[in-house]
Every structure is written in structure tokens, then in C-alpha cells.
């Protein structure tokens, strides 16, 4: 499984980008599909998720300005975020596990030692 991301870059606040994820070598609709995130010296956090299904989840902080979806045809996830801030800066990784975790009625992918990831795209947001 080999995941590859695109689309990082730098902008002003406000501003919006699109991240890609390229999937090969599995079928992406048996997989939970996340975006990570980790900026310098934090832990990594959970974005967003998106399972076979179509349903989603959202960290809190990102809660109506990024959206998560994916084209199964063409094996690819996306990441488009609306009016970013500062506080998004952050080395930005997609993921794939088998994996899923209920919390709330979301679905989270969970991180397992087998979890598939991509090598990330910088995202850096300038105030």
C-alpha cells in the first residue's frame, strides 16, 4: 500500500488549499481514511475521517472549514480547507487502517501498527 500526498503549500490566513492522497495497491473502499496533522512540537492529531460508508468526522478545530471526501474510482482522498489559520500550520498526513472506533456517533480510524501512511505535505499558514 503506498500512499502519497500533494497539495500543501503556504498561504496567508483566510486562505484555502486542497490536499491529495493517492492510493495504490489496495482497495480503498475497505479502508478508514483519515488526515492527520503535526505541527512542531506537539502531538499528532486526528483531522478528519471518512469511512466506506461516507460518513465523517471532524476535529472540533477544524469543524466547518475543512471537508474530507473521496473518489473510490480513482483511489484518491482529499483534504479542502477553508479559511485557514495560523494554527493550522502543521506537516499534514493522510492515513489508512482497517481499523474503526465509535465515539459519539463519529467513526475515528484507529491507529494500529499496520496503519498505512503517506511522508505528508507541509502546510504552513502565515497571519
Known amino acids: 500500500v503506498q500512499l502519497v500526498e500533494s497539495g500543501g503549500g503556504s498561504v496567508q490566513a483566510g486562505g484555502s488549499l486542497r490536499l491529495s492522497c493517492a492510493a495504490s495497491g489496495y482497495t480503498g473502499s475497505s479502508y478508514c481514511m483519515g488526515w492527520f496533522r503535526q505541527a512542531p512540537g506537539k502531538e499528532r492529531e486526528e483531522v478528519a475521517t471518512?469511512?466506506?460508508?461516507?460518513?465523517?468526522s471532524y476535529a472540533d478545530s477544524v469543524k466547518g472549514r475543512f471537508t474530507i471526501s473521496q473518489d473510490n474510482v480513482k483511489n484518491i482522498l482529499y483534504l479542502f480547507m477553508n479559511n485557514l489559520q495560523a494554527e493550522d500550520t502543521a506537516l499534514y498526513y493522510c492515513?489508512?487502517?482497517?481499523?474503526?472506533?465509535?465515539?459519539?456517533?463519529?467513526?475515528?480510524?484507529?491507529?494500529?501498527?499496520?496503519?498505512?501512511w503517506g511522508q505528508g505535505t507541509q502546510v504552513t499558514v502565515s497571519s
Open positions: 471518512i469511512i466506506s460508508s461516507g460518513r465523517t
Open positions: 492515513a489508512a487502517t482497517r481499523a474503526v472506533v465509535w465515539r459519539g456517533g463519529y467513526p475515528h480510524c484507529l491507529v494500529m501498527s499496520d496503519t498505512y
